[in-house]
């Protein structure tokens, strides 16, 4: 395993999200470790010394020297990667990653799977709401031939212990709209939401993942090859030390999380893997282009409307559609071709970024007057069709060319 002999932390893996098949031992010799336990943190300084403690007893006894505990932590202000690093000589079996460039738990969760030698891999929360002692029984379901293994809130033995009447509702409607637009993954499960489980190496290796959010549990289902699964009744506990980490926010992130692996693993998925298209992006920048519209009718009408500011049309339009332009690519750098521009920051990348996509879409509105024409001059004479016809190889030509030209991984800042 690669580390820095500096300060023993371990070396952040880079690039794609993909676990590898098999990693060897330090020495060289066969892997031996049968499971690699990730522990994602941030801010938990108060409780990451209890879970290490605890998890370390547990594991020694049930697989002494055949198990790695990794410490995740997203450069936590309080030091809590600096605590788990002191820990080091008292606990052999322990590693420790600090994450300076990346966010996010999900991908937390991945990096450290990518780091790790065992042929079993899970993860735990570090703030000590998930009991430890139900992770016995999950590494014995795998262990008798599960390829996942999940501890369930709704199996007989589970539940929460004092959550409110509106986060239960919120956890049950984010259940039930999961089972609307991903039947097929949530259907397996009757816990989506867990974030405490483990699964085979084999039956993840060589997948891409692609998270949002905080519920890396579905990735692996959506785009891993499990066929068995099994559960575990656990308790949820509340939390003693720090704070929570649950948002409304998260809540949207796994809505959005739900709709792209729709998108990734079902048909339109299927066809964009044969194409070589990313579909998922393209239904992405079709959405934010659709916003442009309703931002450049408002801008029109504030600025041409006799009851606002009665500017000429033209002048009007010409603003109007600037402003929607900007609209567009401020969401498409943040959201469609976010995986580039969080590579490339800086005002200087931006701004060059923004200029493409101007004079892009520019060239993208002389295309579409130029097929409008064709179409209903030469094909269809039907000036609605043609204008719908136009804008579709519009959208494609300004998705297309600034995929290849605007948001393409040249420089990257580090």
Excluded at 105 to 130: E, F, M, P, Y
Excluded at 201 to 210: E, K
Excluded at 293 to 315: C, E, G, H, Q
Excluded at 395 to 407: A, H, M, Q, Y
Aim: charged fraction near 20%; proline fraction near 4%; aromatic fraction near 8%.
């Amino acid at each position: 395993m690669n580390t820095n002999s500096s300060n023993s932390l371990l070396t952040v893996p880079t690039g794609v999200l993909k676990i590898s098949e098999y990693l060897p031992n330090d020495n060289g010799e066969g892997n031996d470790i049968i499971l690699s336990l990730i522990v994602p943190t941030y801010k938990e300084r108060d409780n990451v010394e209890k879970i290490v403690t605890i998890l370390s007893g547990l594991l020694d006894d049930f697989i002494p020297n055949r198990y790695e505990l990794i410490i995740v932590d997203d450069d936590s202000p309080d030091l809590t990667w600096e605590v788990a690093q002191s820990m080091l000589p008292d606990y052999p079996q322990l590693r420790v990653m600090r994450r300076q460039e990346e966010k996010g738990l999900s991908s937390a969760v991945i990096r450290g799977w990518q780091a790790s030698r065992g042929r079993i891999l899970g993860v735990i929360d570090g703030d000590l709401q998930h009991p430890p002692e139900v992770l016995l029984q999950l590494l014995r379901k795998i262990e008798n031939g599960a390829d996942l293994a999940l501890a369930s809130r709704h199996v007989d033995g589970g539940g929460v212990s004092s959550w409110s009447v509106v986060r239960r509702i919120l956890s049950r409607g984010a259940q039930v709209l999961g089972l609307i637009i991903l039947p097929g993954v949530l259907g397996r499960v009757t816990d989506p939401m867990s974030g405490y489980f483990m699964v085979r190496r084999s039956a993840i290796a060589g997948a891409t993942m692609n998270p949002v959010g905080y519920k890396i549990l579905l990735e692996v289902i959506g785009r891993g090859k499990v066929e068995e699964i099994a559960e575990a009744g656990y308790v949820f506990r509340e939390r003693t030390e720090g704070e929570s980490k649950v948002t409304w926010k998260q809540y949207i992130e796994y809505i959005q999380h739900l709709i792209r692996l729709r998108i990734s693993t079902g048909r339109l998925g299927k066809i964009s893997r044969k194409l070589d298209f990313p579909m998922g992006k393209f239904i992405r920048f079709g959405v934010v282009g659709f916003s442009g519209v309703f931002v450049d009718m408002a801008v029109l009408y504030l600025l041409s409307d006799p009851t606002t500011l009665a500017i000429p049309l033209t002048r009007s339009k010409i603003v109007a559609g600037e402003v929607a332009i900007i609209n567009n690519f401020l969401w498409n750098d943040a959201w469609t071709f976010a995986d580039v521009s969080m590579q490339q920051k800086g005002w200087k990348s931006r701004c060059k970024r923004f200029f493409k996509f101007n004079v892009i879409c520019l060239a993208g509105l002389v295309l579409n007057v130029i097929v409008l024409n064709i179409v209903f001059n030469l094909l269809i004479p039907n000036r609605y069709i043609a204008n719908f016809i136009a804008i579709a190889v519009a959208t494609i030509w300004n998705f297309w060319v600034n995929l290849k030209l605007s948001w393409r991984v040249t420089d990257i800042n580090k």
